[in-house]
């Protein structure tokens, strides 16, 4: 039943526009049960906050892909992706984080909070001239997809004119951590995942040649004194900055279009962010609750153990079902209702927890908050004017489309309800 209900889900979308109801029945099996592919799933808030923060469990990194010894672990796309350093375990995870140290800290975010201003009114503006020439325009493409590669991109170094291909690519390779890729899905992540590794080699060489003042210049001054090969510190910058743009825009993406698709459900708390700025940021981490961009990420089991008096064997995959944790009743009220004026702190799980705490929260974040401060003011009657397409993905979500348009007239504060 639950390994059916999944593969509906991939297959025909099924729970993709409205996923709630799929994670309440994840629940109903239990808070940890065993998946009908191998491995456990864990689902309630408690237990998948516990395996994301206990280093008993690591990352599917390269050494255990290679060990399972199946095409689908071995191919392109996931070995690569395995090098990179969210997937990476210690010693040479915490090395690589001791390197980068805070990337993106206070002092950073209000640097780039001017850029990232310039680029969400960059794309505000052709949202604008394409709903006016069309009298309506895909916002998951011109701003969903759009600033995030842009604002990785900006502070990467990388030239505008291949954010095109960037963003293609990225959504490409993403086909091999899902959980039921077919096999035309991973010809088209490991195509993808190889052109990314090429794109980026080339622009670090090119970088070390002739270096500037952007973030890839900073890392590969850094590497070249850490690293004693060369070459090896040519190639961690170059999984350092395919990865920027991987998960910034996967990520990032998510939380973009689900603001919008979520505000335009509920225009009365919209209404409430235009005469109350100051819930903004509450208000994307309502966002990040409700509908996080991962859905289930995996951990692997470093040795025996067990979860909630479930076994876990050593090298035993563990799907961490963060969607389902974010709408556990025993984590927070009423989960199923959208609300951005939820008090209390953001305990959910959309960056992750622990180690392995995403590098890039701070720069979504800030891009959630500049949009919505920016569209809310200016655009007080854009609507969503047909139901959005969904990727068929599970574990990671991504809004393939969001047609939008401008209204005749606002709504008034409460309207709709």
């Known amino acids: ?120 009114d960059e794309r505000l503006d052709e949202l604008e001239r394409r709903m006016h020439q069309d009298g309506e325009a895909d916002y998951a493409e011109i701003v969903g997809d759009g600033l995030p590669v842009a604002a990785v991109g900006r502070w990467l170094g990388v030239p505008s004119a291949d954010f095109e291909l960037l963003r293609t690519w990225t959504h490409g390779q993403a086909w091999s951590q899902e959980l039921f890729p077919t096999p035309a899905q991973l010809a088209v992540a490991d195509e993808s995942a190889l052109n990314l590794k090429a794109y980026f080699e080339a622009l670090v060489l090119e970088r070390t040649k002739s270096p500037g003042d952007d973030v890839l210049s900073s890392w590969i001054r850094e590497w070249a004194e850490v690293e004693k090969d060369p070459e090896e510190a040519a190639s961690i910058v170059q999984r350092l900055a395919t990865f920027s743009i991987m998960a910034g825009l996967e990520t990032t993406s998510n939380l973009l279009n689900a603001a919008m698709w979520q505000l335009d459900r509920h225009p009365d708390q919209a209404d409430w962010l235009r005469y109350h700025p100051e819930g903004i940021p509450a208000a994307v981490e309502e966002v990040l ?90 655009f007080p009657t854009l609507r969503v004017v047909s139901e959005p397409i969904w990727e068929p993905r599970v574990a990671f979500r991504r809004m393939a489309s969001m047609r939008v348009g401008l209204a005749p007239r606002a709504r008034f504060a409460g309207e709709g309800l």
């Open 289 to 378: 609750r409700y509908d996080p961009a991962v859905a289930i990420t995996t951990r692997v089991g470093s040795r025996s153990d067990s979860l909630s008096d479930v076994a876990v064997g050593k090298g035993q995959l563990v799907y961490v079902c963060i969607g389902s944790a974010h709408h556990d009743p025993r984590f927070i009220s009423d989960p199923d209702r959208f609300d951005v004026r939820r008090s209390g702190p953001a305990r959910h799980l959309a960056f992750g927890q622990g180690a392995h705490f995403c590098l890039g929260a701070g720069l979504g974040r800030l891009e959630g908050q500049l949009l919505l401060r920016r569209m809310l003011t200016r």
């Open 1 to 120: 039943m639950l390994l059916s209900k999944l593969r509906s889900a991939r297959k025909f979308g099924e729970g993709q526009s409205n996923p709630w109801s799929v994670y309440e029945q994840l629940r109903a099996c239990g808070d940890v049960v065993p998946s009908p592919w191998g491995g456990v799933m864990v689902t309630s808030y408690e237990a998948c906050s516990q395996v994301l923060r206990d280093r008993t469990y690591g990352t599917p990194d390269l050494e255990w892909r290679l060990q399972q010894g199946e095409p689908r672990w071995t191919a392109p796309a996931s070995t690569l992706f395995s090098r990179m350093i969210m997937l990476l375990n210690p010693p040479e995870h915490t090395r690589q984080r001791r390197v980068l140290g805070n990337t993106f800290d206070r002092q950073t975010l209000t640097h780039l909070s001017t850029v990232v201003g310039e680029l969400v």
